[in-house]
């Protein structure tokens, strides 16, 4: 099984920045899709910043301009920048990879983001 390992959570204050990672047991260029979600306490999980193999990076709108996913290929990892953090930004975050070729989906533990008020 493929096993994705997030790290990078905590505890911020509101304006404060992070930044999340998640290093893959397989590379990340057999994945069609990286992507981060997040779920908050009485929420549904939702789809913050994903990563197609080939194309430009596509966000939520309520992040647009304060987070960016990224790729380091050297250390196979993961990365979301998050800025300018928000007390709704406070959630679990997910780290998932998606391969079309078997429509297989693997995701991540989940690390806390917390952003106090």
């Known amino acids: 099984q493929v096993h994705l390992m997030e790290s990078g959570g905590g505890l911020v204050q509101p304006g404060g920045s992070l930044r999340l990672s998640c290093t893959p047991s397989?590379?990340?260029?057999?994945?069609?899709?990286m992507a981060w979600y997040r779920q908050a306490p009485g929420n549904q999980r939702e789809l913050v910043a994903r990563?197609?193999?080939?194309?430009?990076?596509d966000y939520a709108d309520s992040v647009k301009g304060r987070f960016a996913i990224s790729v380091d290929n050297a250390q196979n990892t993961l990365y979301l920048q998050m800025n300018s953090l928000k007390p709704e930004d406070t959630a679990v975050y997910y780290c998932?990879?998606?391969?079309?070729?078997?429509?297989?989906?693997?995701w991540g533990r989940g690390t806390q983001v917390t952003v106090s008020s």
């Open positions: 998932n990879a998606f391969r079309t070729s078997t429509s297989e989906d693997y």
């Open positions: 397989e590379t990340i260029f057999s994945f069609n899709v």
């Open positions: 990563r197609l193999r080939f194309g430009s990076p």
